[in-house]
């Protein structure tokens, strides 16, 4: 329930910035009092003294050991404490959480390489005396300990925003104006975290005969909505599955639980009904709220339910048939710079069609990867549909079962390609991608699943547009097949989506995502499949935000195309489109039967976008479209589907059967 990931698919960022609802931070207030610490006293985790009193700066950070944000500036704090080292500052932490124990700030020590202290602040006394609220709040004091700066580090994370960079360097402006000896240019700015549990609200008065515990009344709430994602190995930045943890957040689930940024799920219930839609109950809620009022009672422990069953890594009930490593050594990320999309081809041995009923992809180091996609390459000669995709790993999708009996047909000695995206993250690191595999019986498969992808390339977004629509369409449905579900993808200017079903001239939405969010990347599975045969078009309606406006907008000031790359954009939806197995896909010609002058009318169509065809794509004017005249999406998504011989040439035969294909009937 509690998590999100940034535009370099950290996992941290991309489970985490949206369980930072924003708030403001109200402690002390920079000025002549000061706080009265008594540093020679304070020792560190590492029970070693923190020897405060013989430097001129001192900047004071509340840290988490499980807060998302506290977790990405920490490596930011310890370079500051170099840098400024000989200008007589330092840097000194604070962890006030009651959910955190020592260990586990000697553990945020170590895996973030941290050289300056930490203080346990057991009694909370320290961030009673500061006025701190939240992690990570920072408080810069000078050598008679006033506060000369506090607030945020800098802007580069907020609430489900995260930038490439910070466009304010609030810390950093605030220590050299102090080191040379100018005052700070803001010495009050807004923190956003998480939020600080404070005793005093544990232990406030509860009505007895109106009591909402955690073992009867919270617990089974958590396990429903939150512990998904939230358990030891999975995504969540922390796990809430026992009391002594869930105390320390409980403020901070009701805060982001009313700003709506949890559980995380964009579609709007106006249109449309979708499996494991994440949305939390208004009686949920409420429960919620009366438990934090009441100050977070435990309970009987007899009341406590059992915890869900889950397969440690695995999103499914039960571990996979098969699975299959990207290779047998890992791939070595750079530190920064842009890596080129990398393939790898892995040989499952199947010498037998193969039924896949669901695949997971799990990457090697999430940090780095920004996304994976399996696909299938079977053998020349094979009859295939659809793209050839197996599963993928995006932001923020969960791996479900296909439906009862469905699956998708693996043939005999098809290979497995995986497509890795790497976005470096600071420091080399090794990747081994892998694959689970559940298969299923053929006598049990009733429909064959295949995926259809539908995009636009040809759009440019001028500089500064705040919603530059890009239209999509698709369609040429087989009679008996019914639409399972779909998913649009963009990249940091996505700003909505919208799904509408046409049939004869009627308009139905049936997904509309008005806010969309890189970071949350969902598939969007249907209730009901929606039969296709009296489906004329499946059209979107995708648009983009290139403002200033757009806080996760790399540079509104540029034109944007088509690109791998997330400063670049895509217009893409996918589609799982299921077919009763054995029947042939007789094409569905909706509409009234067409008369002579429809027929030359259609003809004529057909024609004009076969000259729009290769007047985008033949480069040589010979009338043949090959591999390496397509642009890179294509290659990967359009070209196999259209070249029917398997020559890797397009010829005019093959764009007019396609043509054909789209080209709705009058």
């Known amino acids: 329930m509690l998590g999100i990931y940034s535009m370099s698919c950290a996992v941290i960022l991309r489970n985490s910035l949206a369980f930072l609802a924003c708030a403001i931070c109200a402690g002390a207030v920079a000025g002549d009092e000061a706080v009265p610490v008594n540093w020679s006293d304070l020792r560190g985790v590492d029970d070693e003294s923190v020897a405060a009193n013989d430097v001129q700066w001192k900047v004071v950070c509340f840290l988490g050991a499980e807060c998302p944000l506290a977790r990405l500036y920490g490596a930011r704090l310890e370079s500051l404490d170099r840098e400024f ?78 930038r490439s960079e910070p466009t304010q360097h609030d810390l950093r402006n605030a220590i050299e104006a102090l080191v040379n000896g100018r005052n700070v240019p803001r010495a009050k700015t807004q923190t956003v975290g998480c939020l600080i549990t404070f005793a005093e609200r544990r232990q406030s008065p509860v009505d007895p005969s109106a009591v909402v515990t955690f073992t009867r009344d919270v617990a089974p709430i958590l396990n429903q909505h939150c512990v998904e994602c939230h358990r030891e190995g999975e995504i969540g930045p922390f796990s809430l599955t026992n009391y002594d943890e869930v105390v320390g957040w409980g403020e901070m689930i009701l805060e982001v639980i009313d700003q709506q940024r949890m559980p995380p799920w964009h579609a709007d219930p106006a249109h449309g009904k979708f499996v494991g839609a994440r949305q939390m109950p208004t009686q949920a809620r409420e429960t919620l709220a009366s438990w934090v009022a009441q100050g977070m009672p435990e309970g009987d422990v007899m009341d406590l339910p059992p915890q869900p069953k889950w397969i440690a890594g695995w999103h499914l009930p039960t571990a996979p048939d098969v699975e299959f490593a990207m290779r047998d050594r890992p791939f070595v990320v750079p530190s920064d710079g842009t890596v080129e999309y990398q393939y790898f081809v892995v040989d499952p041995k199947w010498e037998e069609d193969r039924w896949v009923s669901a695949a997971q992809v799990i990457p090697g180091d999430a940090s780095v990867v920004h996304h994976a996609i399996i696909f299938v390459r079977p053998p020349d ?173 790399p540079d509104p000031n540029e034109f944007v195309t088509w690109g791998d790359q997330t400063w670049q954009e895509m217009a893409v939806a996918f589609f799982d489109i299921a077919h009763p197995r054995n029947k042939p896909h007789v094409i569905a010609r909706p509409g009234n039967k067409k008369t002579p002058q429809d027929q030359a009318e259609r003809q004529q169509r057909i024609d004009d976008e076969i000259a729009k065809f290769l007047a985008q794509l033949d480069r040589d004017g010979d009338g043949v479209i090959t591999k390496g005249e397509t642009p890179d999406a294509f290659r990967r998504f359009g070209f196999r589907q259209i070249d029917h011989n398997r020559d890797d040439q397009l010829d005019r035969s093959e764009i007019e059967a396609e043509a054909a294909r789209r080209l709705r009937s009058k």
């Open 381 to 553: 000669g094979s009859e295939t549909d659809g793209i050839g995709w197996m599963g993928g790993y995006v932001p923020g999708q969960r791996t479900t079962m296909l439906p009862a009996g469905h699956a998708r047909r693996i043939p005999a000695r098809s290979k497995l390609v995986f497509q890795m995206h790497y976005t470096p993250n600071g420091r080399e690191t090794n990747d081994t991608t892998k694959v689970g595999v559940w298969l299923s019986k053929p006598e049990q498969v009733t429909h064959e699943v295949t995926t259809r992808v539908a995009l636009n390339h040809h759009f440019e977004i001028p500089p500064g547009e705040r919603d530059f629509v890009v239209d999509v369409r698709l369609d040429g449905f087989a009679r008996e097949s019914r639409l399972l579900g779909a998913m649009p993808h963009m990249h940091l200017r996505g700003k909505s989506f919208r799904l509408d079903v046409r049939q004869h001239e009627k308009m139905n939405t049936l997904l509309w995502v008005p806010h969309y969010d890189f970071n949350w990347q969902h598939w969007y599975q249907l209730e009901v499949p929606l039969a296709l045969g009296n489906v004329d078009t499946l059209e979107m309606q995708i648009s983009f935000d290139n403002s200033a406006q757009n806080p996760t907008n």
């Open 85 to 162: 080292a000989d200008h007589a500052v330092r840097v000194v932490g604070i962890n006030s959480n009651p959910q955190d124990s020592v260990a586990d700030v000697k553990r945020y020590l170590i895996e973030h390489e941290l050289s300056f202290s930490i203080i346990k602040d057991s009694d909370q006394s320290l961030a009673r005396m500061f006025g701190a609220t939240r992690t990570p709040e920072v408080f810069v004091l000078d050598a008679a300990d006033h506060i000369r700066y506090q607030g945020r580090i800098d802007d580069q994370y907020e609430p489900g925003i995260s």
